[in-house]
């Protein structure tokens, strides 16, 4: 085991959060992680990671503690209150926020605890065959000196980092990476559609436009799911809940999406 590694804590293990745990501990930290279900205990105390009996136990003597959950709601659980990580980090530790979720969330948290642990926002992009892969992309914003610490952690299992600004910043970034993916994704169903009204065969359009000017990383995606129908049925639904998610985040900033949020939500896709 590497004599650089550190201490880190980590929680939320599940389908993304599991493979970053392996990560870690292949990079020579001792990754202290809380998991309820035994059999995920099991499994992370197999690939070296140390178990710990709660959320605030996974925070003690912890450089750097690494939350990777679905929503606002469950950080502000494993966040606050007495047991919880930012009551129980040393004002040095880092917490790094992997959340989508709103930057009014942070703001509150780096609020309520002002002499506590500094707060990073890494919103990620990827799935968990990248994590595994160690080129898992994380944008990540806040202040420099916590950037400066989180940044050689997250590198484990993630390439690249991109560094976004202030607290806050990488969420903003995240917003408009997904509503415009929605919108270049409508806009790629519409181009089908035109092409179908001229003739064009759908093979020979994604053929095209992975070369020419007009295609896109959208283009790509709905390609390899097979075509527009395809495409809908898999990838629809969780661009649905993104698109409505960067509605509600930009709402929370006091900004409107404008004519992203237009295309996104109008088009043969039913992303509204």
């Known amino acids: 085991m590497s004599t650089t590694g550190q201490v880190v804590g980590f929680v939320g293990a599940g389908q993304m959060g599991e493979p970053m ?44 503690v690494i939350s990777c959950l679905f929503s606002d709601a469950q950080l502000l659980e494993v ?3 007495a047991d919880g990580l930012l009551a129980n980090a040393d004002s040095s ?16 948290l780096a609020a309520e605890f002002p002499n506590g642990p500094a707060l990073v926002d890494a919103p990620v992009s990827g799935g968990a065959h990248d994590i595994e892969a160690g080129t898992l992309t994380v944008l990540l914003g806040g202040p420099d000196d916590a950037v ?29 990476n997904n509503v415009l993916f929605a919108a270049n994704a409508q806009l ?7 092409g179908k009204s001229l003739g064009v065969r759908d093979t020979s359009l994604f053929e095209a436009l992975a ?14 799911a097979g075509g527009v129908d395809s495409f809908a049925k898999v990838v629809a639904p969780f661009m649905r809940k993104d698109v409505a998610a960067c509605i509600e985040a930009a709402a929370d900033r ?19």
Do not use: F, M, W
Not at 149 to 155: D, E, I, M
Not at 211 to 224: K, P, T
Not at 255 to 271: F, I, R, S
């Open 148 to 176: 400066a610490r989180a940044q050689p952690v997250l590198a484990a299992y993630a390439d690249p980092v991109i560094l976004t600004g202030a607290l806050g910043t990488a969420l903003n970034l995240k917003l408009i």
């Open 21 to 64: 745990v392996a990560r870690l501990v292949a990079a020579g930290h001792r990754v202290q992680v809380y998991a309820r279900r035994p059999e995920v205990r099991e499994r992370l105390a197999a690939v070296g990671a140390v178990p710990v009996e709660s959320i605030a136990a996974t925070a003690r003597d912890a450089g750097v």
């Open 79 to 81: 966040a606050t209150g």
């Open 188 to 194: 790629v169903a519409a181009a089908v559609e035109l």
């Open 254 to 272: 006091g900004v409107e999406l404008g004519q992203l949020q237009t295309v996104a939500q109008n088009g043969p896709l039913d992303l509204s």
């Open 211 to 224: 070369q020419c000017s007009g295609g896109s990383r959208a283009a790509g995606y709905v390609q390899s």
């Open 93 to 108: 530790t880092v917490v790094v926020s992997h959340t989508t979720g709103t930057v009014s969330t942070l703001t509150t």
